[in-house]
């Protein structure tokens, strides 16, 4: 009888699969965006590129560097239409933010994890409708409330993903 996890047992993955996997996800996520053909007034979908950047540092902190939020939040910027350098900002400082946070507190558990992505995600969706305000364009912050809802609803679908994906990168 063959077990589900006999195939998993002495499997080799090459370092492109362990270090690329977290990296590919995050900009597949920030091309989300793109990538759906969709025309609206206000933004409706959630920032899936720092969603799964949030959970993979929630998951998995040590295998992102403090500087890994300029060079996706670059992509991300280039892929989603903010203003160049948006993104970059904004996510190094979510990281920043996650890594002291990470410092000052020994336990975590799911609803910390949850609480500790919503403040993040909107934090960097204000700090983005405030960069696209301060260019001249967009409209109200109550615009971007649903954008923060469904963001904040749809992080645990998300983490499920990423945990999928670090069963597989993983030997």
Do not use: K, N
């Amino acid at each position: 009888m063959i077990s589900r996890y006999d195939s998993r047992i002495g499997r080799r993955r090459s370092q492109l699969q362990i270090r690329g996997t977290p990296i590919a996800s995050v900009m597949f996520g920030s091309m989300i965006a793109s990538l759906v053909p969709s025309i609206a007034q206000v933004p409706l979908l959630p920032p899936f590129g720092l969603m799964v950047l949030i959970a993979w540092r929630l998951l998995r902190p040590e295998i992102w560097p403090l500087w890994i939020g300029m060079p996706l939040g670059l992509f991300d910027d280039l892929m989603s239409g903010q203003p160049i350098g948006c993104a970059v900002f904004l996510w190094t400082i979510v990281l920043l933010a996650l890594d002291f946070e990470s410092q000052r507190h020994f336990w975590r558990d799911y609803w910390h994890g949850w609480f500790t992505a919503s403040l993040a995600l909107s934090f960097a969706l204000a700090g983005g409708w405030l960069a696209v305000r301060l260019a001249g364009y967009g409209g109200s912050f109550v615009q971007i409330l649903p954008q923060i809802a469904y963001s904040v609803g749809l992080f645990p679908l998300v983490v499920r993903i990423c945990a999928v994906l670090d069963r597989w990168r993983l030997p």
